[in-house]
């Protein structure tokens, strides 16, 4: 597989309407940290456990505190996602468009887990402005993973590869161990993807949380929710007239949003010929 095979990945962010604009004025993200995450089960694996032969799975804290992550959802549709995480439909959603390797659907058993299931990523073609989660592994790389989180029934222990990278000619594959990607089915409907970035990378300390870079350029628009008391007019306006560098020269537009006429979806037709423009235009 080479970068020619390139391909294009819608991700979203829900959040209030405040932060969105501090997002875009910082041109930064902050990362979520495991141990303050409204799921307790985060990097939590089951409990540790003792082989035949004696030995005790790996303790699990050091996951906890030494990585973070960001979370992004393939939709924007969902109206639990509005109302849990764009301040009950008051906030917006903050659409992203990453160049990509066509999807993967690999497993670590060929690392000796027969036992962990398959799943899907994606490598980005994207940098960002710490080291990735990989420097765990004798190959230190900067490669940036999307991972589709699986949603179970149980959870699994951690083993001792926690991470896998390798590399043959033009093929490269990727591994992580499940639990940094598994939640249980109640999530499910939050269909998300995440990436796992350590956190004594990124470069960025306010107030107790830590922020990454290098993502915000891929921002292509914003929507707002179906209670939001800003029109897109004036949001358009105040996103536009931000000075971060990584906004000079962007348009950024602003769509909103509207109850779908028939099913249980929130959907803004205009968002929906942007994405189509964006896609007959290879972007």
């Known amino acids: 597989m080479t970068e020619e095979n390139i391909e294009y990945i819608d991700a979203y962010i829900f959040m209030t309407y405040e932060n969105m604009l501090k997002t875009l004025e910082k041109g930064r993200l902050k990362l979520l940290d495991p141990e303050k995450c409204n799921d307790p089960f985060e990097f939590m694996p089951a409990s540790p456990t003792i082989s035949e032969d004696g030995a005790t799975s790996f303790d699990s804290n050091y996951l906890r505190k030494e990585n973070g992550l960001l979370c992004f959802t393939k939709t924007y549709n969902p109206p639990s996602m509005w109302a849990h995480y764009a301040d009950n439909h008051k906030g917006c959603c903050v659409h992203f468009r990453f160049p990509a390797l066509p999807k993967q659907n690999s497993c670590v058993r060929n690392l000796g887990f027969p036992e962990y299931p398959s799943y899907i990523y994606r490598k980005l073609l994207?940098?960002?402005?710490?080291?990735?989660?990989?420097?765990?592994?004798?190959?230190?790389?900067?490669?940036?993973?999307?991972?589709?989180?699986?949603?179970?029934?149980?959870?699994?222990?951690?083993?001792?590869?926690?991470?896998?990278?390798?590399?043959?000619?033009?093929?490269?594959?990727?591994?992580?161990?499940?639990?940094?990607?598994?939640?249980?089915?109640?999530?499910?409907?939050?269909?998300?993807?995440?990436?796992?970035?350590?956190?004594?990378?990124?470069?960025?300390?306010?107030?107790?949380?830590?922020?990454?870079?290098?993502?915000?350029?891929?921002?292509?628009?914003?929507?707002?929710?179906?209670?939001?008391?800003?029109?897109?007019?004036?949001?358009?306006?105040?996103?536009?007239?931000?000075?971060?560098?990584?906004?000079?020269?962007?348009?950024?537009?602003?769509?909103?949003?509207?109850?779908?006429?028939?099913?249980?979806?929130?959907?803004?037709?205009?968002?929906?010929?942007?994405?189509k423009k964006l896609k007959e235009n290879g972007e």
């Open 126 to 275: 994207i940098e960002h402005e710490g080291k990735s989660f990989f420097s765990i592994t004798q190959k230190t790389t900067n490669d940036v993973v999307l991972w589709d989180v699986l949603y179970l029934e149980e959870r699994f222990g951690l083993n001792e590869i926690s991470a896998g990278y390798s590399k043959w000619g033009d093929q490269e594959e990727f591994a992580i161990d499940p639990v940094f990607i598994t939640k249980d089915k109640s999530w499910e409907y939050e269909q998300e993807q995440r990436i796992i970035i350590p956190k004594p990378f990124p470069t960025e300390a306010e107030n107790n949380l830590i922020f990454v870079g290098g993502f915000n350029e891929y921002i292509k628009s914003v929507i707002l929710g179906l209670k939001c008391n800003e029109s897109p007019d004036t949001t358009k306006k105040r996103i536009n007239g931000l000075t971060h560098e990584c906004l000079r020269d962007k348009m950024i537009p602003v769509h909103k949003a509207e109850i779908h006429p028939i099913k249980f979806d929130i959907i803004s037709p205009e968002h929906e010929d942007f994405l």
